[in-house]
């Protein structure tokens, strides 16, 4: 078990949680590669300089797990250069999670709020939206060349999900896995995910207490446990349902270790 020492976060203007996932010790000695896994929330507020930071990584696929919706509503900024290939789901992939506003005017307690996060996490195992788009994710990074970034709206929970599954694929140690899903919270630009989001969420509920902010804009280790448990109940353990569900077989995990591994 080993967190890589560097600070994964590229500074950005107008993009929430944009960092590297990579770094990680995983199997047989290896380590996770720098430098072509890539995370982040959406860019629809991206800056000029943010979009040239984009350019630079050189990705060459991005996978949006963002519902049709979403993709409408908060279109992504894009270089005058950009040439990646964009993978997406064609219908709603999620309910409207609850740091996005919804689920009625009421009053937003801490424990209303993490008990809104936990509901996200149950259902996700069983989402087929998140299936399909999760199994593409895979897919994408088992045959396509260059580096790839994966976001959500706000980078933290279906973003958090995958990169942790894939982590976990690497053969990360649970600790690291758990460890790179919390650094959500480190991100130094929460203020554009409040920016983004809080509008939406004054309009839904009656009030919001500081102390479910940080249920709502962060993650807590529920979330990612409460993930982890549904697919041990669902399917009897992680691998089974990667291999079951997602398509994770041997084949394709040796594939991914030969392609993302050094």
């Given amino acids: 078990m080993q967190t890589p020492p560097d600070d994964p976060f590229l500074p950005t ?5 944009l960092r590297d996932y990579g770094g990680y010790s995983a199997a047989d000695g290896a380590r996770v590669k720098r430098g072509v896994l890539f995370r982040s929330g959406q860019h629809m ?3 000029d300089s943010d979009l040239e930071t984009i350019q630079r990584l050189g990705i060459r696929t991005v996978i949006d797990l963002r519902g049709t919706s979403e993709r409408s509503r908060f279109p992504c900024r894009r270089h005058a250069q950009f040439d990646a290939h ?6 709603e992939t999620s309910n409207s999670p609850p740091h996005e506003g919804g689920g009625g005017a009421i009053d937003m ?3 209303t709020a993490r008990e809104r996060m936990l509901a996200v996490y149950t259902r996700m195992p069983v989402n087929p939206a998140m299936i399909d788009i999760f199994t593409r994710y895979f897919d994408a990074l088992a045959t396509r060349d260059g580096a790839s970034l994966v976001h959500c709206f706000a980078g933290k929970d279906r973003t958090g999900i995958a990169a942790s599954l894939l982590l976990h694929v690497l053969g990360a140690h649970r600790d690291d896995v758990v460890g790179e899903y919390l650094r959500t919270n ?3 630009t ?3 995910l409040e920016r983004q989001s809080l509008p939406r969420m ?8 500081p102390e479910a902010m940080a249920n709502l804009m962060g993650v807590l280790p529920d979330y990612i446990e409460t993930y982890f448990r549904e697919v041990e109940r669902i399917s ?3 691998d089974t349902y990667l291999s079951l569900t997602l398509g994770v077989d041997h084949k394709k995990k040796a594939l991914l270790r030969e392609r993302l591994l050094a």
């Fill in 202 to 209: 004054e309009k839904h509920y009656a009030s919001i207490a």
């Fill in 86 to 91: 964009v993978i997406a789901y064609d219908g």
């Fill in 109 to 111: 307690t801490a424990e």
């Fill in 45 to 47: 507020e991206a800056s």
């Fill in 186 to 188: 480190d991100a130094p």
């Fill in 190 to 192: 929460r203020e554009v």
């Fill in 236 to 238: 009897g353990s992680l």
């Fill in 13 to 17: 203007e107008g993009i929430h949680n």
